[in-house]
Nanobody, 123 residues
Framework: QVQLVESGGGLVQAGGSLRLSCAAS????????MGWFRQAPGKEREFVAA?????YYGDSVKGRFTISRDSAKNTVYLQMNSLKPEDTAVYFC???????????????????WGQGTQVTVSS
């Protein structure tokens, strides 16, 4: 019912910045929340940030990343500053139906996933 398309990933040097975008489409919906996870090879999918009526960040990105949205475009963004090599991962857009609060989400709570976009931070 919902398709999520991420963009904006790429290769950047440590200390640099990237902005990821995720556009939702495929249905008309009125109540939803969105966020971001990331996953490095051999590691579990890690919560990064979420936005609902509030915003919430994982400890590892707090103070460096900013999540925002454009509701008219059904799009969520992740501005990533002061990037570190340990930020290297595939970043996945996440979509939740209803009005869940932004908190430390579990992957099992996600209703729809994007295909992922690679972010590589070199040292």
């Amino acid at each position: 019912q919902v398709q999520l398309v991420e963009s904006g990933g790429g290769l950047v040097q440590a200390g640099g910045s990237l902005r990821l975008s995720c556009a939702a489409s495929g249905r008309t919906f009125s109540s939803y929340a969105m966020g971001w996870f990331r996953q490095a090879p051999g590691k579990e999918r890690e919560f990064v940030a979420a936005i609902s009526w509030n915003v919430y960040y994982g400890d590892s990105v707090k103070g460096r990343f900013t999540i925002s949205r454009d509701s008219a475009k059904n799009t969520v963004y992740l501005q990533m500053n002061s990037l570190k090599p340990e930020d290297t991962a595939v970043y996945f857009c996440a979509f939740r139906l209803g009005t869940p609060s932004a908190r430390y989400w579990s992957p099992s709570e996600i209703d729809y996933w994007g295909q992922g976009t690679q972010v590589t931070v070199s040292s």
